[in-house]
């Protein structure tokens, strides 16, 4: 066989069809880490590094890209200062009542315009890569910044009904989103890319009873867009969601990631065995520990021997999307060369 461009190996294992290697995503370098990737490996941007690296995905953030800019805050009247996922305050006060968040005047856009999105998808297209776009649709993150960390918990229980209500009204902003982005772009995007970190080092976030209650029934509306549109769906939760991945499969979630290494029967070996190839895994490489802190001949020994266990239905990557400043240059090479090697 000859060598694949990253796009027609992504197309192909997410087909389940034969290809020349696995798939490898080097990930999106932090801005500190972006400084250091580029005076080590002579490139002026991450386009150069993902090029020179052999990745065979681009992950363009639509949010950025769109007008307007963001939909992370979905309702007109509230401007909330320096919101940090799940660590922050409620963005509003006193929502007692479904009423209440009536009262926040939500957006109801039905289309978005794209005028920055273009160029990034031809670039993308010029470099033969797959991509993964989309909105976020991170409903869990709105979730904790909407109602507060501790507050949205005991929502959950006490005031379930209201929880709902917020979890439909950002999917539909959501889907709307989408929508827009899909249809103009229909045969352009491979993977709609959606976070919601579910999971923690050592457990999943909320039961299993709660997550198909509270949150599957909304993945599968996103999930069931981007498969109406000829699109995959990746699901990216940090974390021990290993209880909640026979759900995932039976929705239709095409790729998992990012696979975190050092967290509770997330190893390489419990989920090949455990789920074959019921879906593509994405990630794996270990960011905790052996990426920031190991030496390039254990990050190339690593990538092997997760490659030995998963085959080729599998895109290696990071094991956290972010590539931090304290990972070495040399083992982001070590990690791209063995990625990449054709066996």
Same mark, same amino acid.
């Given at each position: %066989?000859?060598?694949?461009?990253?796009?027609?190996?992504?197309?192909?294992?997410?087909?389940?069809?034969?290809?020349?290697?696995?798939?490898?995503?080097?990930?999106?370098?932090?801005?500190?880490?972006?400084?250091?990737?580029?005076?080590?490996?002579?490139?002026?941007?991450?386009?150069?590094?993902?090029?020179?690296?052999?990745?065979?995905?681009?992950?363009?953030?639509?949010?950025?890209?769109?007008?307007?800019?963001?939909?992370?805050?979905?309702?007109?009247?509230?401007?909330?200062?320096?919101?940090?996922?799940?660590?922050?305050?409620?963005?509003?006060?006193?929502?007692?009542?479904?009423?209440?968040?009536?009262?926040?005047?939500?957006?109801?856009?039905?289309?978005?315009?794209?005028?920055?999105?273009?160029?990034?998808?031809?670039?993308?297209?010029?470099?033969?890569?797959?991509?993964?776009?989309?909105?976020?649709?991170?409903?869990?993150?709105?979730?904790?910044?909407?109602?507060?960390?501790?507050?949205?918990?005991?929502?959950?229980?006490?005031?379930?009904?209201?929880?709902?209500?917020?979890?439909?009204?950002?999917?539909?902003?959501?889907?709307?989103?989408?929508?827009?982005?899909?249809?103009?772009?229909?045969?352009?995007?491979?993977?709609?890319?959606?976070?919601? &970190?579910?999971?923690?080092?050592?457990?999943?976030?909320?039961?299993?009873? %709660?997550?198909?209650?509270?949150?599957?029934?909304?993945?599968?509306?996103?999930?069931?867009?981007?498969?109406?549109?000829?699109?995959?769906?990746?699901?990216?939760?940090?974390?021990?969601? &290993?209880?909640?991945?026979?759900?995932?499969?039976?929705?239709?979630?095409?790729?998992?990631?990012?696979?975190?290494?050092?967290?509770?029967?997330?190893?390489?070996?419990?989920?090949?065995?455990?789920?074959?190839?019921?879906?593509?895994? %994405?990630?794996?490489?270990?960011?905790?520990?052996?990426?920031?802190?190991?030496?390039?001949?254990?990050?190339?020994?690593?990538?092997?021997?997760?490659?030995?266990?998963?085959?080729?239905?599998?895109?290696?990557?990071?094991?956290?999307?972010?590539?931090?400043?304290?990972?070495?240059?040399?083992?982001?090479?070590?990690?791209?060369?063995?990625?990449?090697?054709?066996?």
């Amino acid at each position: %066989m000859s060598e694949l461009t990253g796009k027609q190996r992504i197309n192909l294992i997410l087909k389940g069809k034969d290809v020349d290697r696995s798939g490898f995503w080097l990930g999106k370098p932090h801005p500190d880490a972006l400084r250091i990737i580029k005076k080590y490996f002579k490139v002026h941007s991450v386009r150069g590094a993902e090029v020179l690296l052999k990745s065979d995905i681009r992950w363009i953030m639509a949010g950025n890209y769109a007008f307007p800019p963001s939909t992370a805050l979905m309702f007109k009247n509230v401007r909330k200062r320096n919101v940090r996922h799940s660590t922050s305050d409620a963005i509003v006060k006193d929502i007692k009542t479904i009423e209440d968040i009536e009262n926040l005047n939500w957006i109801n856009r039905e289309k978005y315009l794209f005028p920055f999105y273009d160029r990034k998808l031809r670039t993308a297209e010029q470099d033969n890569m797959a991509v993964f776009s989309g909105g976020h649709c991170h409903i869990w993150h709105f979730l904790l910044d909407f109602f507060g960390l501790e507050e949205c918990f005991m929502l959950m229980y006490e005031n379930p009904e209201l929880v709902k209500d917020v979890i439909n009204r950002a999917t539909n902003c959501w889907l709307k989103f989408n929508n827009t982005l899909y249809k103009k772009y229909s045969g352009r995007i491979d993977a709609g890319f959606y976070f919601n &970190d579910l999971g923690t080092q050592l457990d999943s976030m909320v039961s299993v009873d %709660m997550f198909r209650e509270f949150f599957l029934p909304y993945f599968k509306k996103f999930i069931d867009q981007a498969h109406s549109f000829g699109i995959k769906c990746c699901l990216h939760s940090c974390g021990s969601i &290993d209880r909640y991945i026979p759900d995932l499969i039976n929705a239709g979630v095409d790729i998992l990631h990012p696979i975190q290494a050092k967290a509770k029967n997330m190893g390489a070996e419990h989920l090949k065995t455990t789920y074959g190839d019921s879906l593509v895994f %994405m990630g794996g490489l270990d960011a905790q520990d052996i990426l920031p802190f190991g030496s390039p001949d254990e990050v190339r020994t690593e990538v092997k021997r997760l490659r030995d266990i998963f085959g080729n239905n599998f895109i290696l990557s990071p094991s956290h999307e972010a590539i931090l400043s304290n990972i070495p240059p040399e083992n982001l090479r070590a990690m791209a060369e063995e990625a990449t090697k054709i066996y």
